[in-house]
């Protein structure tokens, strides 16, 4: 089973940014979806942004609400690795951030199979 691991995770100001990175242990093949998700303390794991590869149909992206038009999704092929670009950071992002990985091309948190350990980002106000 593949592996994730995350780094990039801080400390920043609001208004701020921050670049998280997320490296596969192995290449995938097929369709598969790469995604992050985050949870802030006594809140349920939400959403953030999935980078999914559909077979014949090429790449799309998938935001949630709040983060649209703050934060990009890409991957880097030769490196296998998907990167989150956060820009114009949010108290309200503080969270822990988790990679995700799986064979299907969804943004629900429960059909991924591949998760990494998380990494922390705070933004101070």
């Known amino acids: 089973q593949v592996q994730l691991v995350e780094s990039g995770g801080g400390l920043v100001q609001a208004g701020g940014s921050l670049r998280l990175s997320c490296a596969a242990s192995?290449?995938?093949?097929?369709?598969?979806?790469m995604a992050w998700f985050r949870q802030a303390p006594g809140k349920e794991r939400e959403f953030v942004a999935a980078l999914i590869v559909l077979i014949g149909s090429g790449v799309r992206t998938s935001y949630a609400d709040s983060v649209k038009g703050r934060f990009t999704i890409s991957r880097e092929n030769a490196k296998n690795t998907v990167v989150l670009q956060m820009n114009s950071l949010k108290p309200e992002d503080t969270a822990v951030y988790y990679c995700?990985?799986?064979?299907?091309?969804?943004?629900?948190?429960?059909?991924?199979?591949?998760w990494g350990q998380g990494t922390q980002v705070t933004v101070s106000s």
């Open positions: 192995e290449r995938t093949f097929g369709t598969y979806a």
């Open positions: 995700a990985a799986g064979s299907r091309a969804t943004t629900e948190a429960k059909e991924f199979s591949a």
